[in-house]
């Protein structure tokens, strides 16, 4: 009977890809990385084995937020204004994000820590312009704009805002470049939408509405694929944690950087 279970026990660590020695069970530092987009470096504790795998429900919070956000944005089936799926900014993606983040990092994963923090600030900050009952734009209020949402004072100030987060996500794009190839990709077109939905405010501003709209269909359609990718990497990585083989190609680009997987104690040593 024991030797049945050791055995059952071996094949699921070689169905995830993971080596059982007499001590312990190691993780190639490649899958490691693809199941927790971050490299793998030396930890003190054992918390990716005590806990589950927060990385993905973050992700699945940002995907249904964003694939949502995109489609209002390219107006599918008439849909206009964000009001009636606020809850997608305050809830859907911001909970499931900072829950993840919380977890990301007590296991020590730095990076998902940090993108599942920058996404969920970002979700709750611009969810605010969504609620009509904060009267943001009242200030701007004029006799012809009752609301102010559409003066120009009121518009730029949001366009500016975008411009700020999209320095914020390119920054963070620059280090996916360790990651992998669909990583990238999520920030790369995430940082080139919020860009292109800024100059839809700046647009907006200038009264320039028909080149507005295009700007906001453009940006939807980037987040559409932002969100596309986001699934594609989210059902990659649940399929490695339910053991299911599932060879799709994530593009892993910690290949071309130097390995981190090493005991930092022994490298010091060796270079004195």
């Known amino acids: 009977m024991a030797n049945y279970q050791e055995h059952n026990v071996s094949n699921h660590d070689s169905e995830k890809g993971l080596h059982r020695t007499d001590t312990t069970v190691t993780m190639p530092p490649e899958l490691f990385e693809k199941l927790y987009l ?23 919070g940002f995907v249904i937020s964003t694939f949502t956000f995109a489609m209002v ?14 809850g997608i900014f305050f809830f859907v993606g911001p909970v499931l994000l900072l829950f993840s983040m919380v977890f990301e990092w007590i296991m020590g994963n730095f990076f998902p820590m ?40 009121y518009n730029s100030v949001i366009g500016i805002y975008l411009i700020v987060w999209g320095f914020a996500l390119f920054t963070f794009f620059v280090f996916t470049l360790k990651v992998n190839t669909v990583f990238a990709l999520i920030f790369a077109c995430a940082t080139s939408a919020v860009w292109v939905l800024s100059g839809a405010y ?28 986001g699934w594609y990497m989210c059902v990659i990585i649940m399929a490695g944690e339910m053991r299911i083989t599932l060879n799709l190609p994530l593009g892993d680009l910690s290949r071309f950087w130097p390995s981190t997987d090493v005991d930092l104690a022994a490298a010091a040593a060796h270079r004195d």
């Open 38 to 60: 971050t490299p793998k470096v030396p930890m003190v504790g054992d918390y990716n084995r005590r806990f589950a795998n927060p990385t993905p429900l973050g992700i699945v």
């Open 114 to 153: 940090m993108a599942m923090g920058l996404y969920a600030v970002f979700w709750l900050s611009f969810g605010l312009l969504q609620l009509p009952t904060l009267q943001l734009s009242q200030p701007y209020a004029t006799t012809g704009d009752p609301t102010g949402q559409m003066s120009p004072e």
């Open 73 to 86: 944005l390219m107006g599918w089936g008439g849909a206009e204004g964000a009001t009636p799926v606020a």
């Open 202 to 229: 700046f647009k907006l501003a200038g009264g320039n509405f028909e080149a507005a709209a295009s700007l906001q269909k453009a940006g939807g359609a980037l987040l559409f694929v932002v969100a596309a990718l």
